[in-house]
T-cell receptor
Framework: DTEVTQTPKHLVMGMTNKKSLKCEQHMGHRAMYWYKQKAKKPPELMFVYSYEKLSINESVPSRFSPECPNSSLLNLHLHALQPEDSALYLC???????????FGSGTQLSVL | SQQGEEDPQALSIQEGENATMNCSYKTSINNLQWYRQNSGRGLVHLILIRSNEREKHSGRLRVTLDTSKKSSSLLITASRAADTASYFCATDAHNDMRFGAGTRLTVKP
């Protein structure tokens, strides 16, 4: 299994909703990443987990809350989002240090 | 925040021509990687060059790295219409993977 699976593929939510994005991999990767990507822009790093511990937090607003319950799963909990948070959210994983990233196909999020 | 700049921002060529994209970065790195993205979906890894390497080849791809100038280039030879995509460089420093602005490549049949 060489895939990173993200669910859902599309999500529409109101500003008062609570939702979660899910990312799963079974490649034994111990570093997992969340990126946010706006149209025609590069992915922006949000969070990095290394061995299930949060190692990088790019000063993301608290309405985004990451969680890494085990070495295969990565969640991004969303609450009280703003319309400007609409974007493609990408999950990626890799073996520790100096190896390529494997990306999921992303969740396209629209906040109304 | 993104790591660096890429140029050109957009590149349009005919099938069979070569495409060259450049990437500059700001900080020390362990390695530099190039990724491809189709239609705003997931990125796909193309090639990795380590900080102690100067040039690397993989099929029709050639990447160079100049750590003194903090720059890299990606050359795609004999381009095909299927190479149409966005290409991003990414710098890797201790789990911190950041992407450049990207080049949108269009290869016309």
């Amino acid at each position: 299994d060489t895939e990173v699976t993200q669910t859902p593929k599309h999500l529409v939510m109101g500003m008062t909703n609570k939702k979660s994005l899910k990312c799963e991999q079974h490649m034994g990767h111990r570093a997992m990443y969340w990126y946010k990507q706006k149209a025609k822009k590069p992915p922006e790093l949000m969070f990095v987990y290394s061995y299930e511990k949060l190692s990088i937090n790019e000063s993301v607003p608290s309405r985004f809350s990451p969680e890494c319950p085990n070495s295969s799963l990565l969640n991004l909990h969303l609450h009280a989002l703003q319309p400007e948070d609409s974007a493609l959210y990408l999950c990626a994983s890799r073996l520790p240090l100096s190896e390529k990233l494997f990306f999921g196909s992303g969740t396209q999020l629209s906040v109304l | 925040s993104q790591q660096g700049e890429e140029d050109p921002q957009a590149l349009s060529i005919q099938e069979g021509e070569n495409a060259t994209m450049n990437c500059s970065y700001k900080t020390s790195i362990n390695n530099l990687q190039w990724y491809r993205q189709n239609s705003g979906r997931g990125l796909v890894h193309l090639i990795l060059i380590r900080s102690n390497e100067r040039e690397k080849h993989s099929g029709r791809l050639r990447v160079t790295l100049d750590t003194s100038k903090k720059s890299s280039s990606l050359l795609i030879t004999a381009s095909r219409a299927a190479d149409t995509a966005s290409y991003f460089c990414a710098t890797d420093a201790h789990n911190d993977m950041r992407f450049g602005a990207g080049t949108r490549l269009t290869v016309k049949p």
